[in-house]
């Protein structure tokens, strides 16, 4: 019974697929938070061989963010994300769901304020992003900024 416990204990990402089309890792971020909520925009359009788009998330209003450096982020298990496929299999899928978030786990009270909470993780080459949001984001394909 304890080994069920721990098993369940252990933060875990799985892939995020809101959207056809990503194959790539993205190149850059931008985030940006006004009356409306915030907005992720990944900059795929930034890798060389990648798409000429850029993706875009609206989140809305949210519970909190973070954004890291990629080589400061506190996440333990990162040989275990799921990767990118084919020419990218060396890069994480650039969406991730956080199951058993130990970020989410700190808010003791975020389960009875926000019960539907859920902890998304965004990638690129350089950063990532945490979002944790209650809403389903609004994701699209946007024209890419170098185009």
Known sequence: M???????????QEKWEPIEGVMSPAGGVRVAEDHKGLTVTLLFSEIKGGPASDLRIGFGHIVGYSVYEEFVHPWESVNLAPRLAGHWEGYIYPL????NSKWMASLPHLSLVDPNCV?????????IVDVLSSKTPEVAWVKGVES
């Open 2 to 12: 304890t080994d069920v416990a721990i098993e369940q204990a252990v933060e875990r």
């Open 96 to 99: 991730l769901e956080i199951k």
């Open 119 to 127: 902890h998304y993780r965004l990638l690129t080459v350089d950063e």
